[in-house]
Nanobody
Framework: QVHLVESGGGLVQAGGSLRLSCALSGRTFSSTNMGWFRQAPGKQRELVASIRSGVSTGYADSVKGRFTISRDNAKNTVYLQMNSLKPEDTAVYYC????????????????WGQGAQVTVSS
């Protein structure tokens, strides 16, 4: 059974930084595409960053240059480093995994973490 366990998140002032971590168990991490989604109140869940098994990355325009996704295959863990945070980054952040291709369609991601609240105060 596949599990994703997130850690990190919290409250930070605008301009600050946070790092999210997500550990995968139950499938071969090195061959799994990973992503971070977020969902703000009243909004649809959106893909903000992704990293393929071959470590190529992708970012939403709203976070490019501020967020960095990375993976450590030895630790079965994916990270999201968030810098220069803005109040509009406030959301619940979800780690996701898929054996399929990277897509912003969250229905194509079979495995999900529990979510981590990120709140950015102005």
């Amino acid at each position: 059974q596949v599990h994703l366990v997130e850690s990190g998140g919290g409250l930070v002032q605008a301009g600050g930084s946070l790092r999210l971590s997500c550990a995968l168990s139950g499938r071969t991490f090195s061959s799994t595409n990973m992503g971070w989604f977020r969902q703000a109140p009243g909004k649809q869940r959106e893909l903000v960053a992704s990293i393929r098994s071959g470590v190529s990355t992708g970012y939403a325009d709203s976070v490019k240059g501020r967020f960095t996704i990375s993976r450590d295959n030895a630790k079965n863990t994916v990270y999201l480093q968030m810098n220069s945070l803005k109040p509009e980054d406030t959301a619940v952040y979800y780690c996701a995994a898929t054996q399929y291709g990277i897509t912003s369609d969250d229905s194509r991601w079979p495995y999900w973490g529990q979510g981590a609240q990120v709140t950015v105060s102005s």
